[in-house]
């Protein structure tokens, strides 16, 4: 089982920058596969970026690709979610994701198990 808080959103002006954190407890977060979702107010939760056990594979929403970016790093027990360009669209409640499996590369959209609070995101000048 693991825990997930993250940390890290606020308020940024258009074209600006973030980088969200997920902090997992527990002592096989390495074994999971990881993602970042958002919901914004009247809309359904949507698919952001996903990243395997191994970091080898990421996965992007096609809204995202090329201004986000999705790492981990398994030491520290933390994912990451680095944000540039950032649009008034992208504003949110960003939330992470993780999903145990045996597959280093395996980068799901759907099926995880376990869920952080959430991260407010706004995007405004």
């Known amino acids: 089982q693991v825990q997930l808080v993250e940390s890290g959103g606020g308020l940024v002006q258009p074209g600006g920058s973030l980088r969200l954190s997920c902090a997992a407890s527990?002592?096989?977060?390495?074994?999971?596969?990881m993602a970042w979702f958002r919901q914004a107010p009247g809309k359904e939760r949507e698919f952001v970026a996903g990243i395997s056990w191994s970091g080898r594979s990421t996965d992007y929403a096609d809204s995202v690709k090329g201004r986000f970016t999705i790492s981990r790093d398994n030491a520290k027990n933390t994912m990451y979610l680095q944000m540039n360009g950032l649009k008034p669209e992208d504003t949110a409640v960003y939330y992470c994701?993780?999903?145990?499996?045996?597959?280093?590369?395996?980068?799901?959209?759907?099926?995880?198990?376990?869920w952080g609070q959430g991260t407010q995101v706004t995007v405004s000048s």
């Open positions: 994701a993780a999903q145990l499996t045996a597959n280093s590369y395996y980068t799901p959209r759907r099926g995880f198990n376990y």
């Open positions: 527990g002592r096989t977060f390495s074994m999971y596969a």
